[in-house]
């Protein structure tokens, strides 16, 4: 994929999240997620890419420095930095979110500190920049309906109408999720919601998929 990215002289690669499968692993193989992660990032840095990084669900990891880690992001941070930031490219305004935060309430969701810095930044970056918002776990998706024959609200940001209204006081372009395993295009009130089909596919279910040129 970085090789097909190469040729086609991207400008920079934006990874949406679930880099290294970490999540599930025990507590007490910290050096060996720790390996993954640095695996992946290796690979990265030796393709000469400018790239981003965002954190999906199976990025999280328990333990840090042999510590519990309730919220699982300090693996991530060690390798990427923030879980959740902004920057400009050839004056467009893209915003990485963090979409795997957690709590008795929500499977996933933005939470207050996070919002508070994503009303702060719209604000400084104005109405009239486009933006682009990168998110793993999507605002709004028919994964379940599509695939399984079921409306159901699982899989998808809780707060996902909070976030969408603040973003849409601005001039909201695309949102690109991902999480899903497929591709996906929705258009709704202006705004492109595109899911990313996923480097590694639907293998669980023998779906392959080719990159769209």
Excluded: C
């Amino acid at each position: 994929a970085l090789d097909n990215a190469k040729q086609h002289h991207v400008d920079f690669v934006i990874f949406g999240g679930d880099n290294a499968d970490v999540d599930a692993m025990a507590p007490d193989d910290e050096a060996t997620a720790d390996s993954l992660v640095s695996r992946f990032k290796s690979i990265v840095d030796s393709s000469g890419i400018k790239s981003y990084y965002t954190i999906g669900n199976q990025d999280r990891y328990y333990t840090f420095n042999a510590v519990p880690d309730s919220a699982g992001f300090n693996l991530f941070q060690k390798h990427f930095g923030k879980t959740y930031y902004s920057f400009d490219h050839k004056g467009i305004h893209f915003i990485v979110l963090n979409s795997v935060q957690r709590d008795a309430q929500h499977t996933y969701f933005v939470n207050d500190e996070q919002f508070r810095w994503l009303q702060n930044d719209l604000a400084q970056t104005g109405h009239e920049k486009p933006l682009v918002v990168i998110t793993h776990v999507p605002f709004q998706s028919l994964y379940y309906p599509a695939v399984e024959g079921r409306i159901v609200p699982i899989d998808m940001l809780d707060n996902f109408k909070q976030v969408w209204d603040a973003l849409s006081e601005y001039n909201l372009k695309i949102i690109l999720q991902g999480h899903q395993h497929l591709h996906e295009e929705l258009f709704v009130r202006n705004t492109w919601f595109l899911t990313g089909g996923a480097v590694s596919a639907g293998w669980w279910g023998g779906e392959f998929y080719t990159t769209q040129e």
